[in-house]
C-alpha cells in the first residue's frame, strides 16, 4: 500500500483545513487508515483513524473539532479539520495498517499544517 498526502497549509486560529490521504496497492486489504502528527520535540500521536465498519477513534485533543471520513471505502481518506488551534501546529502524516491482521504498516509523506494565534 502506498499514501499520497496532500492539503494542510497555514491557518489562523479557528480557521479550517482539509487533509487528504489517498491509498493506492493493495487498498482491500487496508484495515485501519487515519493520521499522525508530530510537533517539534513531542512523539508522533494518533489524531484520527477510520476502521473496519466505519468505526472511528479521535484524540481527545480533536474530539469535536477534527472528523475523519472516507471516499471510495478506504482509498481516499479526508481528515476535516474546523477550529484549528496553534496547539494543532505540526506535520501530519497518513498511515494505513494493513495485510493479515493488519500486521503490516504504510507512511505517507508527512504535510505541515501550521496555525497562528
Known amino acids: 500500500v502506498q499514501l499520497q498526502a496532500s492539503g494542510g497549509g497555514s491557518v489562523q486560529a479557528g480557521g479550517s483545513l482539509r487533509l487528504s490521504c489517498a491509498a493506492s496497492g493493495t487498498t482491500y486489504s487496508i484495515g485501519v ?63 494505513a495498517r494493513y495485510g493479515l491482521k493488519a500486521s503490516r504498516s504504510s507512511w505517507g509523506q508527512g504535510t505541515l499544517v501550521t496555525v497562528s494565534s
Open 33 to 95: 487508515i487515519g493520521w499522525y502528527r508530530q510537533a517539534p520535540g513531542k512523539e508522533r500521536e494518533l489524531v484520527a483513524s477510520f476502521g473496519n465498519r466505519g468505526s472511528t477513534e479521535y484524540a481527545d485533543s480533536v474530539k469535536g473539532r477534527f472528523t475523519i471520513y472516507s471516499e471510495d471505502a478506504k482509498n481516499l481518506v479526508h481528515l476535516q479539520m474546523n477550529n484549528l488551534k496553534p496547539e494543532d501546529t505540526a506535520v501530519y502524516y497518513c498511515n
